[in-house]
């Protein structure tokens, strides 16, 4: 079975930490994607990869930063923790295979940004 | 205008009914539409995916897409207490700056009761 581990599930900060959420995949996936999700607002992205050293800005890109230095291995960062960045956070990887494409989730972080 | 619309529900029917959940995209230019399920606590899963216009069937489970319309839709026949969840429309981007990029809807939760 895939498996995309989040490194928290609950993670309590103070606003102008500097926080780092740790995405971690095992089949090998080309893309991966940070999103947020909040009551009403439904998944946003945050930022996508297709390839290792390679970003790409989502819809809500500001306040975050990612890293990916291995294939497997997808950071978010949040650079200076504000309250607004309070939220569930959903790491996911993919495949695609023509235009067909499957994403597998993580069991999300729960941040509180206080 | 929101890139992806659903009307976020509540949507509740009796057991046995047909659920019937819509969806509306902004980019005339996707070729790629999915269907994911998000029980309550849990990470989205992968219903359903269509890219042709037409019926896709799948068990209980008709995806329609009409690209003139940019409109897609999920049916869900018979439909049982076990169905009850948040279910999320994703389009993914055609090309350009949205190559790549999979954007959810709001979600809309429905509501099965016996």
């Known amino acids: 079975d895939v498996k995309v581990t989040q490194s928290s599930r609950y993670l309590v900060k103070r606003t102008g930490e500097k926080v780092f959420l740790e995405c971690v995949q095992d089949?090998?996936?080309?893309?991966m994607f940070w999103y947020r999700q909040d009551p009403g607002l439904g998944l946003r992205l945050i930022y996508f990869?297709?390839?290792?050293?390679?970003?790409e800005k989502g819809d809500i890109p500001e306040g975050y930063s990612v890293s990916r230095e291995k294939k497997e291995r997808f950071s978010l960062i949040l650079e200076s923790a504000s309250t607004n960045q309070t939220s569930m956070y959903l790491c996911?990887?993919?495949?695609?295979?023509?235009?067909?494409?499957?994403?597998?989730f993580g069991s999300g972080t729960q941040l509180s940004v206080l | 205008q929101k890139e992806v619309e659903q009307n976020s529900g509540p949507l509740s029917v009796p057991e046995g009914a047909i659920a019937s959940l819509n969806c509306t995209y902004s980019?005339?230019?996707?070729?790629?539409f999915f269907w994911y399920r998000q029980y309550s606590g849990k990470s989205p899963e992968l219903i359903m995916f269509?890219?042709?216009?037409g019926d896709k069937e799948d068990g209980r489970f008709t995806a329609q897409l009409n690209k003139a319309s940019q409109y897609v839709s999920l049916l869900i026949r018979d439909s049982q207490p076990s169905d009850s969840a948040t279910y999320l429309c994703?389009?993914?981007?055609?090309?350009?700056?949205?190559?790549?990029?999979?954007?959810f809807g709001q979600g809309t939760i429905l509501t099965v009761h016996p």
């Open positions: 089949m090998d996936h080309e893309n």
């Open positions: 996911a990887s993919s495949f695609l295979i023509g235009v067909a494409e499957k994403l597998f």
């Open positions: 994703a389009v993914r981007g055609a090309g350009g700056t949205s190559y790549g990029k999979l954007t």
């Open positions: 980019d005339r230019g996707s070729q790629s």
């Open positions: 990869s297709y390839d290792v050293k390679m970003k």
């Open positions: 269509i890219y042709s216009n």
